[in-house]
Antibody, heavy 115, light 109 residues
């Protein structure tokens, strides 16, 4: 069974960089034809797709976030990561990592942007 | 950029059937947009129900099915259960970018 677990700081100051890691177990992030993605959800709102990386290393990003987002693979630790620069209060949300297909989700980690 | 549209809310009777749809503000959803469907209960992470239009996730009950219907992606729930009351989101690939719909609040009543 594939399991994903997000980790990272729960509080980030405005203008700083948000960094999250997703640890994958039960599957190899480098050994299958999959996408490893990040999604976020502000409190009381819908889901927003952030970006993804394919096992080949190809990335795709939400155009509205593209200038601030980087998703990367760490094959040695079977993890992938999200970096979001120049954060503001609008980036406060629960952040999820996923594996697609068929769509396994982590439990999510809340991140608050505040001084 | 195309907006992905879903019904804001729907009501289904216990044991009844309901169809949720996912469309574009302009254009037709096809299998080439690789529609996904997710279920989310309050305070929980989303769960994938359907991927690539029709494929059930291993944990998806058989009462959920995915299809294309009238130019949209569709999620059919046949034999609604009380535990199916939740928010449902679709995700479609548009110009290489996965994009979520705004969600459908499904009430079982």
């Amino acid at each position: 069974q594939v399991h994903l677990q997000e980790s990272g700081p729960g509080l980030v100051k405005p203008s700083q960089t948000l960094s999250l890691t997703c640890t994958v177990s039960g599957d190899s992030i480098s050994g299958s034809n999959n996408f490893w993605s990040w999604v976020r959800q502000p409190a009381g709102q819908g889901l927003e797709w952030i970006g993804r990386i394919h096992t080949s290393g190809t990335t795709n990003y939400n155009p509205s976030l593209k200038s601030r987002v980087t998703v990367s693979l760490d094959t040695s630790n079977n993890q992938f990561s999200l970096k979001l620069t120049s954060v503001t209060a609008a980036d406060t949300a629960v952040y999820f990592c996923t594996k697609d297909p068929p769509g396994y989700w982590g439990q999510g980690t809340p991140v608050t942007v505040s001084s | 950029q195309a907006v992905v549209t879903q019904e804001p809310s729907l009501i289904v009777s216990p044991g009844g059937t309901v169809i949720l749809t996912c469309g574009f503000s302009t254009g037709t959803v096809t299998s080439g947009h690789y529609p996904y469907w997710f279920q989310q209960h309050p305070g929980q992470a989303p769960k994938t129900l359907i991927y690539d239009t029709t494929h059930r996730h291993s944990s998806t009950p058989a009462r959920f099915s995915g299809s294309l219907l009238g130019g949209k992606a569709a999620l059919t729930l046949s034999g609604a259960q009380p535990e199916d009351e939740a928010e449902y989101y679709c995700l479609v690939l548009y110009a290489g970018v996965p994009t979520f719909g705004g969600g459908t609040k499904l009430t079982v009543l």
